[in-house]
Nanobody
Framework: QVRLVESGGGLVQAGGSLRLSCATS????????MGWFRQPPGKEREFVAAIIRSGGSTYYADSVKGRFTISRDNAKSTVFMQMNNLKPEDTAIYYC???????????????WGQGTQVTVSS
């Protein structure tokens, strides 16, 4: 059973930065495509970013392109997301997810973390 544990969330002012981490255990990290989703208050969970197994390709929601960067360290079994120029609308619970499929989507996600809160004040 794969276990995902997020960290790095918190309270930040608009324009600030945070770096989320997701440490994995219980599986072979390099065989999973990874990514991040978020759930804003009162809204449904939405896709944020994804990265393939090798780290060679990344994908982003339009709302975060140019501000967020996803990366992975297969040696440390960890995926990261650097979030810059944060906006109040980025406030959400951020979830790490993993899939055995080539690409992570809402449908292909097999494993989820417990989530970490990100709050951006205006």
């Amino acid at each position: 059973q794969v276990r995902l544990v997020e960290s790095g969330g918190g309270l930040v002012q608009a324009g600030g930065s945070l770096r989320l981490s997701c440490a994995t255990s219980g599986g072979t990290f390099s065989t999973y495509a990874m990514g991040w989703f978020r759930q804003p208050p009162g809204k449904e969970r939405e896709f944020v970013a994804a990265i393939i197994r090798s780290g060679g390709s990344t994908y982003y929601a339009d709302s975060v392109k140019g501000r967020f960067t996803i990366s992975r360290d297969n040696a440390k079994s960890t995926v990261f997301m650097q979030m810059n120029n944060l906006k109040p609308e980025d406030t959400a619970i951020y979830y790490c997810a993993a899939t055995k499929a080539p690409l992570l989507t809402t449908r292909t996600a097999n494993y989820w973390g417990q989530g970490t809160q990100v709050t951006v004040s205006s």
